[in-house]
Nanobody, 128 residues
Framework: QVQLVESGGGLVQAGGSLRLSCAASGRTFSMNRMGWFRQAPGKEREFVAAISWSGVTTAYADSVKGRCSMSRDTAKNTVYLQMNSLKPEDTAVYYC?????????????????????WGQGTQVTVSS
């Protein structure tokens, strides 16, 4: 089993920045990739970003590309999502996810069913 705990959400004005953290514990040695998804009220959960467990490969949704950066601290088993130039439409609950498969990094990359473990979510609210 893998446990994921997110932190770092909050209220920020448009144009501001936030850094989300996701600490992984448990059987993390078998992980393939980590991802961030978000879900706004009344909308489906959508992919935001992902990083390979090695930290070498990253991927981003077009809506956040150029504004967000995902990184990993190997020693702490923690991944980060640095979000800059935030917009009101970035308001959502942000979820950390982990995938333990041995397949390609890009297989089911942007779909919820491509991940096995989920955190409880952290609220990000961007005011205009």
């Amino acid at each position: 089993q893998v446990q994921l705990v997110e932190s770092g959400g909050g209220l920020v004005q448009a144009g501001g920045s936030l850094r989300l953290s996701c600490a992984a514990s448990g059987r993390t040695f078998s992980m393939n990739r980590m991802g961030w998804f978000r879900q706004a009220p009344g909308k489906e959960r959508e992919f935001v970003a992902a990083i390979s467990w090695s930290g070498v490969t990253t991927a981003y949704a077009d809506s956040v590309k150029g504004r967000c950066s995902m990184s990993r601290d190997t020693a702490k088993n923690t991944v980060y999502l640095q979000m800059n130039s935030l917009k009101p439409e970035d308001t959502a609950v942000y979820y950390c996810a982990a995938d333990r498969s041995s397949g390609s990094f890009y297989y089911k990359l942007k779909t919820s069913n491509g991940y096995d473990y989920w955190g409880q979510g952290t609220q990000v609210t961007v005011s205009s």
